[in-house]
């Protein structure tokens, strides 16, 4: 592994780019930096901004209001600030220690969007892992999770999205995720159904394949 990397990815890049060897001489086999980028596909504003006034036209709003006037291009930012993934950097360190215990992650307030609606789905995720030869920085852990939340999504899929992606970046011995969210699609149109929440979760390596260690994740996230 390299001793030390820096960030290279400029757009276009792939969604998760590799980092390249800075040569910066550092010494051992201690921190890690990835860069996390995205790969969307290119974003019209101007047409998306045209497209909002189009439809609030055809749903029977006359747009040229002092409020309504600008609310296109509102929109189309707004949704554009909430379908964009921030770039981050994740970073490792050598578990020098040999720490092997569970690290969870309680309560890491998430939004995302419903593919479905259009409408935000919100609530809490719970992740974790049993680390290998690696320690990941805490804060990655809800970077991890807000970067695979700007996005169209149903929660299944961001739920094991935020696992895989764990899984296969910190090489751990298991990796626990579980999400709890109030569907707005639910609660504010259609069923009605206000305070009701959706429980997801995805499991990988010891955490899903040794009952003592799933008891326990699952016991911590306050589902067992
Ligand atoms: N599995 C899954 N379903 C979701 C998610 N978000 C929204 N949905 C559901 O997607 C379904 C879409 O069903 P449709 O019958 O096409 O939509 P609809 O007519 O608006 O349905 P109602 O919400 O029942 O009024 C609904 O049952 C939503 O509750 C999600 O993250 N996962
Ligand atoms: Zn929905």
């Known amino acids: ?17 590799l ?22 596909q290119p974003i019209d504003r101007a047409k998306a901004i045209t497209a909002v006034g189009d439809l609030l036209t055809a749903l029977g709003r006359d747009v040229r209001g002092p409020h309504l006037q600008d609310t296109p291009r509102r929109v189309v930012d707004a949704y554009l600030e909430m379908l964009t993934p921030r770039e981050f950097t994740l970073t490792t360190f050598g578990n020098d220690e040999h720490y092997n215990e569970l690290v969870l992650v309680r309560d890491v307030p998430f939004h995302s969007l419903c593919e479905h609606h259009l409408l935000p789905f919100t609530g809490v995720a719970h992740v974790a892992y049993l680390p290998g030869s690696r320690l990941v920085g805490l804060s990655k852990l809800a970077r ?14 961001l739920t094991q999205q935020i696992a895989d ?60």
């Open 1 to 17: 592994m390299d001793d030390l990397t820096t960030l290279t990815a400029e757009p276009p890049s792939p969604r998760f780019a």
């Open 19 to 40: 980092e390249q060897p800075s040569g910066t001489a550092h010494g051992r086999d201690a921190v890690d930096l990835e860069h996390v980028a995205t790969d969307h």
């Open 144 to 157: 991890v999770v807000e970067h695979f939340a700007r996005d169209l999504q149903v929660q299944e899929r």
């Open 165 to 224: 992606f764990l899984a296969e970046r910190l090489d751990p011995r298991g990796v626990g995720v579980v999400l709890d969210a109030e569907h707005e699609c639910m609660s504010l149109r259609g069923v009605g159904a206000r305070g009701a929440r959706t429980v997801t979760s995805a499991l990988h390596g010891v955490l899903r394949d040794d009952a003592r260690s799933r008891s326990e994740f699952l016991a911590l996230t306050g589902l067992r």
